[in-house]
Nanobody
Framework: QVHLVESGGGLVQAGGSLRLSCAAS????????MGWFRQAAGNKREFVVA????????YYGDSVKGRFSISRDNAKNTVYLQMNSLKPEDTAVYYC?????????????????????WGQGTQVTVSS
């Protein structure tokens, strides 16, 4: 059983920053890729960013490139999402998840079905 806990969400003005954390337990953290997704009210879950287990290669969704940054601390079993230059359209519940092979397709990291465990989510609200 894997347990993921997100934290760091809140209310911020447009142009501001937030840092989300995702603490993991129950699995050898360094063995798995991690991802962040978000879901705004009435919308489908959207891929935000993923970080690979081996070389920490990262992949970003188009809407957050250049503004968001993911990192991981394997010693602390934690992955971070630094969000800068926030926009009202970034408002959503943000979820972290662990990836579980097998993976299909060159962009498997952007597909929610590639992830098996999810956190409960943390709300991010960006006011204009």
């Amino acid at each position: 059983q894997v347990h993921l806990v997100e934290s760091g969400g809140g209310l911020v003005q447009a142009g501001g920053s937030l840092r989300l954390s995702c603490a993991a337990s129950g699995r050898t953290f360094s063995d798995y890729a991690m991802g962040w997704f978000r879901q705004a009210a009435g919308n489908k879950r959207e891929f935000v960013v993923a970080i690979m287990r081996s070389d920490s290669t990262t992949y970003y969704g188009d809407s957050v490139k250049g503004r968001f940054s993911i990192s991981r601390d394997n010693a602390k079993n934690t992955v971070y999402l630094q969000m800068n230059s926030l926009k009202p359209e970034d408002t959503a519940v943000y979820y972290c998840a662990t990836a579980r092979p097998p993976f299909y397709g060159s962009k498997w990291y952007s597909v929610a079905g590639s992830y098996d465990y999810w956190g409960q989510g943390t709300q991010v609200t960006v006011s204009s």
